[in-house]
Structures are given as C-alpha cells and as structure tokens.
T-cell receptor
C-alpha cells in the first residue's frame, strides 16, 4: 500500500538548535512529496514540495527537505529553530501523475525550549 | 479574504443530530476534499470531488455524506452525529500540484 510514515510523534529541541523531522514513503514510483505545518488552532500551511529534479528542496520559513530515493525518505530540516516554529508538522505524498488524493503521515509535534 | 473558507469554525452538538459543515472556495479549482484530523492519526480523507458531478468516497466515508452544490461549494453532512465523530474537519481544494486548506471546523459531539 502507498503510505507515508513519520516515525517521531514528538520532538523537543532548544531554540537555536538544528532540526530534522523524519518522513519515509512507500510508493512504487517516485511520488510527489509535501511538508505542511499546522500551528495551534490553525489550518495547514505548505512549507515545501518535491516533484522531480533537484533532490534538495527549499521552502518557506528557512526550511528545506532532501529527497533520498535510496532511503525512501524526505526529511525536513532547519539549521536554527525559532520559538515560533513550535507546531505540528505533517509529511504527505501522492503517486506522481495520479489524480488521487494525498496520503498524510500521522504528524510530528515539535516543542521548542527557550 | 481567505481562498478557502469553512463555516462554522466551531460546533458543539448532541448525539443523533444532523450537522452540516460548509466549505467555499474562490480559487476556481475543480477538485475539493474533506478530511478529518484526530490526534496521532494525521488527516484522513472522508470524501473528494473532481467536479460537480463527480463525487468519491475516501477512506472513512461511513456516517458522512457530501453535496457539491457548485464548483465553489462542497458541504459535508453528518446525518446522525455520534461522539466518535468529534474531530477537526478540514476542507481543501487542489490545483495540478498542490492542495490548499481551509482553517478547519472543530466539531464536538456530546
């Protein structure tokens, strides 16, 4: 089955520290992959997306993600976390060229310590 | 104004009541979606529509129905609400590559 997995339910980092959120996918072909952020009481905002080409994708708010086919991963990174980054992060995917809907991971809750 | 709007934003209702959640979009997209979000489960698809005449069940459609009144409007109904339908509900639209989400409706069924 096609799926997206986020192994970490909750991550805590100190402000200024680097961040990496893990996402693994299971698709027969290279999927389209997305990272969304949900701040408390808010909807989902797209951080970045990968369709093809350069495997390192830059997004908004200083985030980036790297597509690694060999590891079936699309991990989200940020070099220096700010307190405002505290939120829940969702990885999502869809089979490339498909009209089907997105499949979401279960989310990773990020806590930022002062 | 927001591109995807949902009404109401919050609703508390009782078991057995009929509830309708509404979604409107100004993006001109044909594709619209309804998801529910539960803690630890991410977003799960309830129904989706590719145009006014094309409505499809998602992975958790039981207990829900939808109506696509126009390209811009996609409503979700709970015919007889039950407590395990307490959740955060999101509407979304999609262009060729990206989904755009509404702010969500928090529904509590007592």
């Amino acid at each position: 089955a096609q799926s997206v997995t986020q192994p970490d339910i909750h991550i805590t980092v100190s402000e200024g520290a680097s961040l990496e959120l893990r996402c693994n996918y299971s698709y027969g072909a290279t999927p389209y992959l997305f990272w969304y952020v949900q701040s408390p009481g808010q909807g989902l905002q797209l951080l970045l997306k990968y369709f093809s080409g350069d495997t390192l994708v830059q997004g908004i708010k200083g985030f980036e993600a790297e597509f690694k086919r060999s590891q079936s991963s699309f991990n989200l990174r940020k070099p220096s976390v700010h307190w405002s980054d505290a939120a829940e992060y969702f990885c999502a995917g869809v089979r490339s060229g498909s009209a089907r809907q997105l499949t979401f991971g279960s989310g990773t809750q990020l806590t930022v310590l002062p | 104004d927001a591109d995807v709007t949902q009404t109401p934003r919050n609703r508390i209702t009782k078991t057995g009541k009929r509830i309708m959640l509404e979604c409107s979009q100004t993006k001109g997209h044909d594709r619209m979606y309804w998801y529910r979000q539960d803690p630890g489960l991410g977003l799960r698809l309830i129904y989706y529509s590719f145009d006014v005449k094309d409505i499809n069940k998602g992975e958790i459609s039981d207990g829900y129905s939808v109506s696509r009144q126009a390209q811009a409007k996609f409503s979700l109904s709970l015919e007889s609400a039950i407590p395990n339908q307490t959740a955060l509900y999101f509407c979304a639209t999609r262009d060729s590559s990206e989904q755009f989400f509404g702010p969500g409706t928090r529904l509590t069924v007592l």
